[in-house]
């Protein structure tokens, strides 16, 4: 039994009703749906390179090269991540 344990899994789940981002695969405009505050929006591609910083939950990543890339969301109290395709 792990009764007597609590597991703090906060940073790694996260709900679709805490955070929405679609859609992905993107191709054009990036959307993040989300109740939280929200003091910054990174991309972050897979050298670990911000390529794109903003604070608007519409986000153009048409001038993007296609691949993986991470989508770090800075609230008042976490910073999210996601991975995102760009097609």
Known sequence: ????????????????????????????????????KVKNVSLINELGQVVLESKKLEISVNHLNSGLYFLQLETENRILTKKIIKE
Do not use: A, G, R, W
Request: no cysteine; charged share 25%.
């Open 1 to 36: 039994y792990f009764s007597d344990f609590d597991f703090d899994t906060s940073l790694d789940e996260i709900s679709n009703d805490e955070l929405l981002v679609y859609p992905n695969p993107v191709h054009d405009v990036l959307n993040i749906s989300t109740k939280m």
